[in-house]
């Protein structure tokens, strides 16, 4: 395999709620989730049994048909949140090239030279050239240019700053409400309103990605409804399919653009990954895990909250819903190896922030035992 990740040492096997096992049997509490991916954590019944059922009846056929798990999973998607078209894809970096020619396609049809396109400083979009391109960061852009024409960067929770980039020729902004990957940075919502009413006044698509956030993370089904916004497209993928390879963007009616042959993907929306969606869905919007999440958040926090109080490693805890930054005055990477040998997987968020993104079905007494072993590691 390319060395393209820095991996711990560690082969896991399988998996039961919200533990998974190395080859030796050894159980670790997940508090990472494969990155925000195990909503249900893992061997979920009612999960596995959906699986099941469809494995037997028919996986893939293409988009060349209708099948009912994808009407299925796109009708919950466009029921519970403020938009109203769907377009399956298979990751998070897809959803957001799809958003962005989306956006081009929009702009063009007003002016050929509305095409700009801003992003925020400390975002994360994805891999893709196109994504990349709102992506930036000199870490992951350094050895890939010329990347794409028309991006422009402002600062994050700058009004000034994107008052400055944005102007007729902008097609689109991008950005997200709580940065992830870039240490689980809230966007400040008066801001946030500013920024969309700066769209709509220069007829610019606000599109939020909700790769990492969506999907029952910050304790709604997606973050933007937190902050009062009514986005014209937004992306989601991780905690969508459960485990199975998912993204999705969503549009309002007058984004709507693409026509037929405009885009497409062979895999986008196939029976397993729209199966797991619908599950996902319907446990957080019709069977009460949302509110789980709530309840589960206030606790995590909670508990964190007097742990910093202790501490002197803690610089602040800060995060929604079950997407929680842990800011250190220490390296993070060697802390997270600790608490991998004592039986618990977190991951990093940059260079000082521990990321904990659990299972959203996890309770408070497993919440208790994480707790307890980042109080040894971290007063
Ligand atoms: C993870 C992530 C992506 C990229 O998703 P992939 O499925 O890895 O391509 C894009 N945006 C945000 C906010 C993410 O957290």
Known sequence: MMPTYGRFNLVLENG?????????GHKYLDMGSGIAVNSLGHHHPVLTE????????????SNYYYTKPQIEAAQLLVT??????????????????????????????KSPTKTQIISLKGGFHGRTLGALSATPKEQYQKGFKPLMPDFYYAQFN???????CINENTCAVILEVIQGEGGIILADEVYLKAVEKLCVQ???LLIIDEVQTGIGRTGSLFAYS?????????????????????????CTDKANVFTPGNHGT??????????????VLKELCENGLMEHVQSVSKYLKD?????QAKSEKIVEVRGMGLMIGIEINEPVKPLLEKCMAKGLLAIAAGEKVIRLLPPLIMTAKQVDEGIAILEELLI
Do not use: M
Not at 50 to 61: G, S
Not at 303 to 307: D, G, T, Y
């Open 16 to 24: 039961e709620g919200c533990y998974v096992y190395d080859e030796e």
């Open 50 to 61: 959906a699986l099941k059922n469809q494995v037997d009846k028919l996986i893939h056929i």
């Open 80 to 109: 519970y949140s403020s938009l109203d078209k769907v377009f399956f894809c298979n990751s998070g970096t897809e959803a957001n090239e799809g958003a962005i020619k989306l956006a081009r396609k929009y702009g063009k049809q």
């Open 158 to 164: 700058d009004i000034e700053d994107i008052k400055a």
């Open 202 to 204: 220069y007829d610019a």
């Open 226 to 250: 937190q902050f009062g916004l009514q986005p014209d497209i937004v992306t989601t993928a991780k905690g969508l399919g459960a485990g199975l390879p998912i993204g999705v963007i969503l």
């Open 266 to 279: 062979t895999f986008g929306g196939n029976l397993l990954a729209t199966t797991a969606a619908s599950v």
């Open 303 to 307: 508990k964190l909250l007097k742990i």
